[in-house]
């Protein structure tokens, strides 16, 4: 398929928009479809995705690229999936306003073109490393902020986790399932001598029995005879079945999820052995990572958003997608080292979890002021500064009732100091709860984090700084933005898995929140409320 660009945007003699009412025509002007053909359609750069397709001319041509994106942007947009976008571009004529279409007598536009589009991005990603829909979206945002009239003097920064679509599987069902599927496989290709006593595994109906019906047989069992069936046949297919996703995924599994024994033969792995967070929890998406954070269990992916923000309003200008084991530093860096140095100094506000004097230093020599309000979703533990340090801040001298400890040790790795105090300073003090002491049997123990201790002392150092009071209300706006994405357009249930399918997923929905928040400030709506009371 040859890249084509979209040449047929002039309205035709006999264009439906003609033969419109003059109250539809003004309906029509004062509706999304308007303001998305005005500043979203017309600058969808079409050069950006001439890599996707052939550059012999004498193929058939590609879809409008236009089109396509317009209405990929306008299906998240509206809440719509393939169907529903499809038929709206056929059937409701603001859609056709919107992408330039009123004259086409049918729409260039399927299910099938919108699928084959995603794709491509993907596997474009995938083989080269670069991502076309990331530096569209960046284009658009820009002209979109210059229009706007956002200043790009402020920005904050959030990060989100984003569920992957799948279920959470057990180590028995997770092996199982993996050994089915390569035995699905070899059933398929008539492998029949490879899979003398497995035949079982290839039964629809045998998961339910082996990992939840058969009760009589102890779990660790049931778990056993599956490595050692697993085992036993990856060495018998490795020849031909070897590149296969199936042989992989199993292969996968039993590395992560098994030991060796002394006599050589694999069995399950202990509490005490150590688990990546990387290993596979379904092999429906060998991409998703297993994260545990503010005590709710991840298992997918994370992104991180960068918003451009100021009277006028707000504007997602970057985003970030990775595996959700990446760290907000991490996401900090990348975004600093691709950030060019800026003429007019930039503040870049974002919570405490991105703070790094590292990142500070490098911020700063791009003309970037990096400002973290240190809000961490709880309120601070004032009771911790009232506990006397030593001079090397490594020991507890004093507790805040005057009792001194009768033991103090630090903890390197933790970066905190275990204090014992004898259980009757303890036992009836009244900061008991708020101390978070545990009541042993003849003592009193105390873990005193000095992290926490810094963050409830900057806490109370800002507390009455009316200007850090300010930039706290300025960043907790980027705060409904990861809500947003989870209740509007639902990113937690996307209908595709792996990391650069659901990436491009979540690319054309910033693209819809973008245009959203383009349509509140066509309606003089969606202005940063703090900004406006500090102007005025």
């Known amino acids: 398929m040859s890249f084509v660009l979209n040449s047929a945007q002039q309205i035709s003699l006999f264009d439906k928009l003609a033969f419109l009412s003059r109250r539809k025509q003004q309906m029509l002007e004062k509706s999304w479809a308007q303001t998305f053909s005005d500043h979203i359609f017309t600058r969808i750069n079409e050069h950006i995705f001439a890599p996707l397709y052939s550059e012999k001319t004498n193929s058939r041509p590609n879809a409008p690229i236009n089109v396509v994106v317009g209405a990929l942007i306008l299906k998240d947009f509206s809440g719509f999936n393939d169907e529903e976008i499809t038929e709206a571009c056929e059937f409701d ?106 035949e079982h595994y290839a039964d629809p109906n045998d998961r339910n029995r082996v990992v939840y019906h058969d009760q009589d047989t102890p779990q660790a069992e049931r778990l056993q005879k599956v490595i050692n069936d697993a085992s036993a046949l990856l060495p018998k297919c490795a020849d031909e079945y070897a590149d296969t996703e199936e042989y992989q995924l199993l292969e996968r599994a039993i590395r992560e999820q098994t030991k060796k024994d002394d006599n050589g ?43 451009t923000v100021d009277q006028n309003g707000s504007l997602i200008t970057n985003y ?41 230093e490098k911020a700063a020599e791009k003309n970037i002021g990096l400002v973290t309000t240190g809000l961490r979703g709880r309120k601070p533990r004032e009771i911790l500064t009232h506990f006397k340090l030593s001079e090397d801040g490594h020991s507890v001298t004093e507790c805040p009732e005057g009792h001194a400890p009768k033991s103090s040790s630090y903890i390197r790795q933790t970066d905190s100091i275990r204090v014992s105090f004898p259980r009757c300073c303890c036992e009836n003090c009244p900061h ?105």
């Open 93 to 198: 004529f603001r859609y056709q306003y919107a992408l330039h279409t009123t004259s086409f007598e049918d729409q260039p536009v399927s299910e099938r073109t919108l699928s084959r589009f995603r794709s491509r991005l993907a596997a474009y990603e995938l083989t080269t490393g670069e991502d076309l829909l990331h530096q569209c979206f960046v284009d658009m945002a820009e002209s979109m902020r210059e229009y706007m009239e956002i200043s790009p003097s402020i920005k904050r920064m959030d990060s989100m986790m984003i569920e992957s679509n799948i279920r959470k599987m057990g180590r028995l069902e997770l092996l199982y399932t993996c050994l089915s599927n390569l035995v699905k496989e070899l059933h398929r290709d008539g492998k029949v001598e490879l899979l003398e006593g497995l």
């Open 265 to 307: 033969q694999n069995i399950p792995k202990g509490k005490d052995d150590e688990m990546d967070s990387s290993t596979l929890q379904n092999p429906s998406d060998p991409d998703a990572t297993y994260r545990m954070k503010a005590g709710k269990k991840h298992r997918g992916y994370s992104a991180n958003i960068t918003e």
């Open 320 to 360: 970030q997608y990775d595996v959700n084991t990446r760290s907000d530093v991490d996401y900090l860096r990348e975004s600093l080292e691709n950030a060019e140095a800026s003429e007019e100094t930039v503040a870049l506000i974002a919570d405490g979890s991105y703070a790094s004097e590292e990142l500070a």
């Open 432 to 536: 008991q709860k708020e101390c978070n002491v545990k009541i042993k049997f003849r003592t009193a123990v105390l873990i005193l984090s000095l992290g926490a201790l810094a963050h409830t002392q900057e806490a109370i150092r800002r507390k009455d700084d009316e200007i850090m009071k300010l930039i706290g209300r300025i960043r907790n706006g980027v705060e409904t933005v990861p809500s947003v994405l989870r209740r509007k357009y639902h990113v937690d249930t996307m209908p595709v898995r792996g990391k650069l399918k659901t990436k491009v997923f979540f690319g054309f929905k910033m693209f819809a929140l973008d245009f959203t928040k383009l349509w509140l400030h066509e309606r003089g709506l969606g202005k940063c409320r703090p900004l406006q009371a500090e102007m005025s």
